[in-house]
């Protein structure tokens, strides 16, 4: 897509806050914001980038990867919409888009870990992830730990399977 016509299809002012807060959430490298859905252009900007219904007032958690899906649908990325509406190029840190970046999303999306709790189970599930994927035996971790570790060889392909 050319710039001008991505300017025409994203710039808008219902999605300005969508942009600015994802643009914060990618350079800053984390994997989802939580989004205010707080009038109907709003709502209906949201609707057409995520081709989904979005009514206002909600309150809406978004994964980088997956908005950047959505837009590829479209044949563009999210980097490319935020360069074009900033009128700036756009840092991406290394691994941000990959599969380590969804994990994270889907972890704090779908398994109920406490915001507190985070960070210290991602670690863990780290460590196990580090010993299985240099094919070792799958360590002693608690059930929550294992469950995410074995999400992420899910997204990465690697063995699933545990001892």
Do not use: C, N
Not at 114 to 125: I, K, M, T
Request: glycine share 10%; charged share 25%.
């Amino acid at each position: 897509m050319l710039d001008d016509d991505l300017r025409d299809r994203y710039d808008l002012p219902g999605l300005a806050e969508l942009w600015r807060v994802a643009l914060e959430t990618l350079e800053g490298g984390r994997s989802a914001f939580s989004l205010q859905v707080v009038d109907e252009d709003m709502a209906r900007g949201l609707s057409a980038v995520l081709h989904k219904d979005v009514a206002a007032p909600a309150r809406r958690q978004l994964s980088v990867v997956r908005l950047d899906e959505h837009l590829r649908v479209d044949g563009t990325s999210l980097p490319e919409v935020l360069r074009v509406v900033h009128g700036r190029p756009v840092l991406v840190p290394p691994g941000q888009m990959s599969w380590r970046s969804q994990w994270l999303a889907q972890v704090r999306r779908y398994d109920g870990i406490p915001a507190e709790e985070f960070d210290g189970v991602v670690a863990r599930a780290d460590e196990v992830l580090t010993a299985v994927l240099a094919g070792g035996a799958w360590p002693e971790a608690d059930p929550v730990v294992r469950k995410v570790a074995e999400r992420a060889l899910a997204l990465a392909g690697g063995p699933h399977q545990g001892g």
